[in-house]
């Protein structure tokens, strides 16, 4: 049985992409501060298939806040990863007007 992870915070650096297809992969590094504030290491993130799908067409970039609950896995480089299973993205309205 997995276990389900919520993580809510904001994307520590822009997606990257991969694959293509089934094996299409979206890497993502989550800011998940401690309650008092202080930052503490990203969480790394994978989205497949569907999931790399939206954030392909939302276009989340580095500040944004995210939500997502998933699982603990491996990567296709076999390092811990927490595997999306469902997203909810806010996007940093300042970023997109700089843009």
């Given at each position: 049985m997995k276990n389900t992870v919520w993580l809510h915070g904001r994307?520590?650096?822009d997606p990257r992409y991969a694959g293509a297809g089934a094996m299409r992969v979206a890497t993502l590094s989550v800011s998940t501060p401690?309650?008092?504030g202080q930052e503490r290491e990203p969480v790394p993130?994978?989205?497949r298939?569907?999931?790399c799908d939206y954030l392909q067409r939302e276009q989340p970039l580095?500040?944004?806040e995210i939500m997502l609950r998933g699982h603990v896995g491996r990567?296709?480089?076999d390092e811990s990863v927490v595997i999306a299973s469902a997203i909810a993205l806010h996007p940093s309205t300042e970023q997109r007007?700089?843009?």
């Open positions: 994307l520590a650096q401690y309650p008092d993130v994978q989205a298939a569907r999931h580095k500040g944004d990567s296709q480089d007007r700089e843009s």
